[in-house]
Every structure is written in structure tokens, then in C-alpha cells.
């Protein structure tokens, strides 16, 4: 159904009609943000669980190579909880042009949280903090894992082998879990602003040719108006 087309089923005046579109869609939007939050926190509490389900594990049974895979777990929930916190990202970037045309409707900030606020708290010193408390996470399961492999090696005389490809399996799994962090990390923020722009080119394009079909239906107006010469009297 498109608004541009004159489509009205409410029987509301054009401009209250596509508000009412528009704080429906926004609310909508709220709701599945709020969703992926909450996915996103579960992510996290089940990964530190059973992250310390796993370190509690190795610890009484005495399993090493729990240890040394640890590092790549975790980065596996983290990249999990990235995932997730950016498909948030990209709908706040939607979000935030929403906001913008209903203040354009109203001519006046009757909402501004993602337009102007929230994008400035992605980059909160709590949300550095976090990062910083992940990061100092891997590298100590990393260094406990490493650890406990290499102690493994040197103990072990008949699988010495085998323990130096764990061990080896361990550093290179958990580089590559360090690398998809980072990566994923950096790229987050971007979904927000391509969204945002996406966004926003659909809405000039819409405007654009609204106002196209205003200036034809005016034209046809001014020609209807128009007495033109009776033929049968030249």
C-alpha cells in the first residue's frame, strides 16, 4: 500500500495518515530492537556459564585439552552476541531516520533517541569497559590454556606429538577467534550508518515523487480550467 499513490484507508488527512504509518512502524521497530537485546543477553549469560561449566570441568577431571580450546569458545559467544547487537544496530539505523521524518511532520522532536542520542552511547566508556573486560578474559584463558598444554608436552614422553598439535591447534584457534572479534567488532557500527543511509535515500526518492505527482495533479488542475475555443464557431 503506498501513501504516495493516495492510498488512505484510514480516511485520516494525508500528512496524519503517514504519521500514524510511521509511529506504528517505529514502535514495531522499538519492539524487535529490544528483542535482539534480550537474545543478546541471553547469549551471554549461557556462554559464561558454560564457559564455567567447561573450566570447572578440566579443573576436577583433569581434561588439559579443555583448556587450551577454551580461548575459542568464548570468542565464539562473542561473536554471537556481536551478531546479534549489530542486526540491533542496523534497525536502530532505520529507526533513527523514522524519528527524523515524523519531527519533519510534526515540526517539532517528539522523538530523537536513535536520530540523536543512542549513537553517542555506543561509545560509552561502559561499553569500552565491557570490550576491555572481554578482551582481558581471552587472553587469560589464553594463557591458562597455553599453560596447560605446554605442561602437558613436557610431562607426557609417548605423546609429545599429539600434545604439540594441541597445543599448536589451541594458539591457532584462538588467533582466529581474536581476529573474527575484532573484525566483527569494528564492523558493527557500519550497519547503523548504511542502514541510515539506505534508509534515507528511500524516503528522498519517496518525497521526490510525491512531489512529482502533486505538480501533475496541479498541471491537470490548471488545464481543466481552461476554456478552450469552440471548433464549430471559427
Do not use: C
Not at 509511529?23 to 549461557?46: D, F, G, P, V
Request: aromatic content about 6%.
Amino acid at each position: 500500500m503506498s501513501m504516495i499513490a493516495g492510498d488512505n484507508p484510514d480516511g485520516l488527512p494525508p500528512t496524519e495518515s503517514v504519521l500514524s504509518y510511521l509511529a506504528k512502524e517505529l514502535e514495531l521497530t522499538s519492539q524487535k530492537i529490544t528483542a535482539y537485546h534480550i537474545r543478546s543477553e541471553h547469549a551471554i549469560t549461557s556462554g559464561i556459564a558454560l564457559v564455567g561449566g567447561i573450566l570447572t570441568a578440566a579443573a576436577s577431571l583433569k581434561i588439559p585439552t579443555l583448556l587450551v580450546f577454551m580461548p575459542f569458545g568464548l570468542s565464539l559467544v562473542v561473536i554471537l552476541s556481536q551478531y546479534l547487537n549489530a542486526e540491533a544496530l542496523a534497525l536502530g539505523g532505520y529507526k533513527a531516520v523514522l524519528e527524523e521524518e515524523i519531527n519533519k511532520l510534526v515540526e517539532y522532536p517528539v522523538t530523537m533517541w536513535e536520530s540523536r542520542i543512542a549513537h553517542s552511547r555506543h561509545r560509552d566508556i561502559s561499553t569500552w569497559a565491557m570490550r576491555l573486560m572481554v578482551a582481558t578474559s581471552f587472553i587469560l584463558l589464553t594463557i591458562i590454556g597455553s599453560v596447560a598444554g605446554i605442561s602437558e608436552l613436557n610431562k607426557s614422553e609417548t605423546n609429545q606429538p599429539r600434545w604439540l598439535l594441541t597445543v599448536l591447534g589451541g594458539i591457532a584457534t584462538a588467533t582466529i577467534g581474536a581476529i573474527l572479534m575484532i573484525a566483527s567488532g569494528l564492523h558493527a557500527h557500519r550497519h547503523f550508518r548504511h542502514v541510515q543511509d539506505v534508509t534515507r535515500k528511500v524516503f528522498e526518492e519517496a518525497h521526490i515523487l510525491n512531489e512529482e505527482k502533486m505538480n501533475e495533479e496541479a498541471r491537470k488542475e490548471r488545464l481543466s480550467r481552461i476554456k478552450l475555443p469552440d471548433p464549430r464557431f471559427k
